[in-house]
């Protein structure tokens, strides 16, 4: 279904030396989900106290993924990575499965509306992305919605849709790592 | 970028096949996160033990963490201090002056009441902790406020614990796993605190916004003799937290009570402590079972 390896014509583009030197599959298909988890594992030791701080960091690392890279992730992904959010993010259990499922479907959609697409539709679609989800993600937490949990929320809205173009290069310069020439054979 | 030509189905029927599983299963898995979303929603403890030893792996890096957080709190101290040192020097005098005199007051308070004690046969209860942690690390993502901490069950730590810093109460225990807690915060906008006044009985009951800030809402209604700058201690009603222990400042006042700001703030503390539930019986008679409540014809009758 998807091309998870580099084909013939893109491997000169990747990494330099001699013409014996091929991607490692284990680096290629390991690189984009140890990112995800990591993103999910590192809000947890930022002490917010006042309101949500950080970004929702597995959940945009997913989604830059997903939007940067289409078809690399399988699209029943947002189950195993979503249970794996839900461990650490301290939302209820399931959130994140859902949410990040429903994502993925949607995105399939979207892709399939709109197969030519630039880096500004593609921050555009993630932004509203992110909006989205942090407002689903607030409303399912369990916590009695206060007008001043949707004003404190702004915020991390903000700087999760700002933060996307950064992601964006960190995502580019990872996959460049993925798909690096660094196995030897012969 | 547009999708890889791969992508595309065409024809092939295994293609199309591969696409339509695809979507089976991504929606199947979107509707098991629905079942389980509702599950956690209705019985909140069943997917305790899961996060809980997630938790578990995760607090021995949140020790490192928090250590270099009180590190960074200390140093961004030394620098503002540095600028008005002058200034600060003369203030704190005076202060340690009044509050040498301060001290005197309350150890004659203290022998008074040592002695009042003795007369009514009181033994002094000194609370015991029963262990002390960092907050390792919190829910900083989400909008409920929790927090958690590298003790747990295995140090003693059950539920319903309250947990205080130096200067105050910061929350109680939610979930404990063997070696990590989780601590639903002040802050939390399901948390509810029942406190009085320091200076008088005035009870009333702190509610987390989910703002950082807590509303104070009085028991009796009526004239509001809330101030600004009235400081909130525990109460000691409903049996968690001891009584006297300080919570928060008043900062605006409302028709019902008023706003008020944290007195230990979770991000500042290095070091809390996890103290005893202060009346077990009367936490366990206050659970009353489903089946124990009266029902609505009951009730009328």
Redesign the interface.
């Known amino acids: 279904?998807?091309?998870r390896l580099a084909t013939p014509h893109q491997r000169r583009a990747y990494g330099r030396g001699g013409i014996n030197l091929v991607e490692s599959p284990w680096r290629a298909n390991t690189v984009p989900y140890i990112s995800i988890l990591l993103g999910s594992?590192l809000?947890?030791?930022?002490?917010?106290?006042?309101?949500?701080?950080?970004?929702?960091?597995g959940f945009l690392v997913f989604l830059t993924w997903r939007v940067?890279r289409?078809?690399l992730l399988?699209?029943?992904v947002?189950?195993p990575l979503?249970f794996f959010d839900?461990?650490?993010?301290?939302?209820?259990?399931?959130?994140?499965?859902?949410?990040?499922?429903?994502t993925?479907?949607a995105l399939?959609i979207i892709?399939t509306r709109f197969?030519?697409?630039g880096f500004w539709q593609d921050w555009f679609t993630a932004g509203l992305a992110i909006l989205l989800y942090i407002l689903a993600?607030?409303v399912?937490?369990?916590?009695?919605?206060?007008p001043?949990?949707l004003?404190?929320?702004l915020p991390?809205i903000l700087m999760s849709i700002l933060l996307y173009p950064l992601l964006a290069r960190m995502i580019a310069w990872l996959d460049r790592f993925r798909l690096s020439r660094s196995r030897r054979i012969g | 970028m547009a999708p890889a030509s791969s992508r595309r189905s065409g024809f092939s029927k295994k293609q199309q096949y591969s696409v339509f599983t695809g979507y089976l299963l991504a929606t199947i898995g979107a509707l098991v996160g629905l079942g389980l979303l509702a599950i956690s929603l209705w019985q909140p403890s069943v997917f305790q033990p899961l996060r809980g030893a997630a938790n578990d792996a995760a607090s021995p890096v949140g020790e490192t963490t928090a250590a270099v957080r009180a590190g960074g709190n200390n140093t961004w101290d030394t620098i503002s201090g540095f600028w008005n040192a002058g200034s600060q020097n003369a203030e704190l005098r005076r202060e340690v002056e009044l509050a040498r005199i301060r001290i005197a007051e309350a150890e004659a308070v203290e022998t008074e009441n040592r002695r009042l004690k003795a007369l009514l046969g009181l033994a002094n209860d000194e609370v015991e902790p029963i262990a002390w942690s960092r907050l390792v690390g919190s829910s900083s993502s989400s909008a409920r406020r929790f927090a958690y901490i590298g003790v747990g069950s295995s140090d003693g730590v059950e539920t319903g614990m309250p947990i205080h810093s130096e200067r105050g109460v910061i929350g109680r225990v939610l979930e404990t796993a063997r070696g990590s807690s989780r601590v639903l915060l002040l802050t939390d906008s399901e948390s509810v605190l029942p406190v009085r006044r320091a200076s008088d009985q005035t009870v009333a009951f702190a509610e987390g916004r989910g703002d950082g800030l807590l509303r104070i809402r009085l028991i009796n209604l009526g004239l509001n003799p809330l101030e600004i700058g009235d400081v909130f201690v525990t109460s000691g009603a409903g049996g968690y937290y001891r009584p006297g222990v300080a919570v928060a400042v008043l900062n605006e006042v409302t028709s019902d009570g008023g706003i008020a700001q944290l007195i230990a703030e979770p991000a500042a503390t290095n070091y809390v402590v996890v103290e005893p539930i202060f009346e077990p019986l009367a936490v366990e008679a206050s659970d009353v079972r489903e089946r124990d409540e009266l029902t609505d014809e009951e009730l009328q009758d």
Do not use: K
Request: glycine letters at 8%; zero cysteines; proline letters at 12%.
């Open positions: 279904m998807i091309d594992l809000p947890i030791w930022v002490l917010a106290d006042v309101m949500p701080l950080a970004p929702p960091l940067m289409p078809g399988p699209l029943w947002g189950v979503g839900d461990l650490f993010s301290g939302q209820p259990f399931g959130s994140a499965i859902f949410l990040w499922s429903l993925m479907i399939e892709e197969p030519w697409r993600a607030m399912i937490s369990g916590a009695s919605i206060t001043f949990m004003i404190m929320v991390q």
